[in-house]
């Protein structure tokens, strides 16, 4: 798989059917995490682009393509973040956006209304340390298992369950973090 997973940064048509079964996940993905289409619409693509840089770094052993892609979002979206920061402190927040048309809008608009949900439980989890929120994140909101939250995460399996369970204990009053965990 390895070497299959490779291909989609030299294939166009690998690259291409990675991106359809994926891009919708991707995109539900980071509109639990942000609230503007724009930005949701300009992530999607920079985490497509750093698929292509880092195709190389899949391991099929470690987990499945959704996890890894998962872990790829989580750092493309660190990394807007910490630049979103800089940026507010020199300019305002519209510069540098392209215009998205009318339908592209009202889709991520709806989209972002359907993970409203999951955006208020991210409010409830806000206080939990960062590596119990990461993998209660993961397993319960983006649906992965504890091995594949591990693997996004780039911590043992155990260690995942670990934290988990301490998360649900400390929210245990919120209905959606004590849901069933995945496989």
């Known amino acids: 798989m390895r070497r ?3 291909e989609i940064a030299t294939d166009h048509v690998s690259f291409e059917a990675f991106y ?3 891009v919708d996940a991707v995109t539900r993905f980071l509109a639990r995490r942000v609230d503007d289409p724009h930005t949701v619409a300009d ?3 920079e985490v497509f682009m750093a698929v292509l840089d880092s195709a190389h770094t899949y391991r099929a052993g470690l987990g499945t393509e959704i996890a890894w892609l ?3 979002a989580r750092n493309t979206l660190s990394t807007e973040r910490r630049r979103a920061f800089k940026e ?3 300019t305002s927040r519209v510069s540098g956006r392209r215009p998205l048309d ?5 889709r991520l608009e709806e989209r972002i209304d359907a993970e409203r949900p999951a955006r208020r439980a991210f409010k409830a989890m806000a206080d939990l340390p960062e590596g119990e929120r990461a993998v209660l994140e993961l397993v319960v909101i983006d649906q992965l298992t ?3 939250a591990a693997t996004a995460l780039g911590i043992r399996p155990g ?3 670990v934290r988990l369970h301490r998360a649900r204990r400390t929210l245990q009053g919120l209905p959606l973090v004590m849901e069933g965990t995945p496989g």
């Open 43 to 45: 992530l999607v693509a």
């Open 20 to 22: 359809r079964r994926h």
């Open 146 to 148: 504890v091995t594949e």
């Open 102 to 106: 009318t339908d592209d809008v009202a």
């Open 159 to 161: 260690t995942a369950k």
């Open 70 to 72: 998962y872990g790829v």
């Open 88 to 90: 507010s402190r020199l």
């Open 4 to 6: 299959k997973q490779a």
